[in-house]
């Protein structure tokens, strides 16, 4: 048999197939967006707040670097069979449109937005398990109106963890499972940077529309001294977040009391069973199994999973950063007004 011959540069085919091999193994580092795709998601965001809405990223994966060139949204309509029906035809159907104007129609992912941060739900861990069966690399961009009206960009990249996939896929978000793999609350997400990009043209097009004037009325409006709207909604919102972890420590406090309760049942049973049997081999008779399947306090009892308590408390700990960053920058303002006021 002949051997492969060899591709471009002396590599061999079976080389060249191991290179790509390897290349995909590359860690995803930056998310790249084009402008374009960085407004349209805004926009679409902005002008159905505070209703959530979703939709199609699409671009190319390259490496290191997912880029994202352009998205659509999604309709949105009513939770049905026929509604995801229709959904998944609408998909098919804006990425032939896209194919035939010669635009990028391969699927990278999906954004949606939220509201003051609370994206951490099962529905979403959910929806990038589906993805991941077609897609190997595929982000969630998530946009937040609410923060963004505060003066910041809330735009995030977020992918899942490889270790959490794979816990997840086999069913093992257990106490033991978790502490095997030390795997914690903070280790479902991962948070990948996210670096925007314009052509050369749109850059210049950019500084010709930039004002004359270096201050203007919007550059005032920053140094508004109230907070308390946005404050007074993450605080309510992470006491519901409480209230929330306090319910899943309850289901699993429920759940060590009747463990606790099965195993004293058990020591009961088997103290029965092992006397029985010294009587039974004082009588010269065969003793009787220790254990005895078909008893149902021999039956093990399903440990709660933990993802829900680890989701709450990512929200809490997302929550906690939104209010001491909004804090810190409310004593900023404070300090400056107090200087000007004494100038």
Known sequence: MANPAPAAGG???????????????????????EGLAVLKIIKHCEEFAPALVTGQLLGLDVGSVLEVTNCFPFPIREDDEEADADGANYQLEMMRCLREVNVDNNTVGWYQSCLLGSFQTVELIETFMNYQENIRRCVCIVYDPSRSSQGVLALKALKLTDSFMDLYRNNGLTGEK??????SWVDIFEEIPIKVSNSALVSAFMKELEPESPVSQCDFDRLKLSTAPFMERNLEFMIGCMDGLSSEQNKFQYYYRNLGRQQSQQQAWLQKRRQENMSRKAAGEEPLPEEDPSNPIFKPLPEPSRLEGYLVTNQISSYCNHINGVA???FNRLYLMKALQED
Do not use: H, I
Request: charge should be positive; charged fraction near 25%.
């Open 178 to 183: 978790l502490r095997e793999k030390k795997l």
């Open 328 to 330: 810190g920058q409310s």
């Open 11 to 33: 590599k061999s085919f079976l080389q060249a197939m191991s290179t790509v091999t390897e290349e995909a193994a590359v860690p995803l580092r930056v998310v790249q967006m």
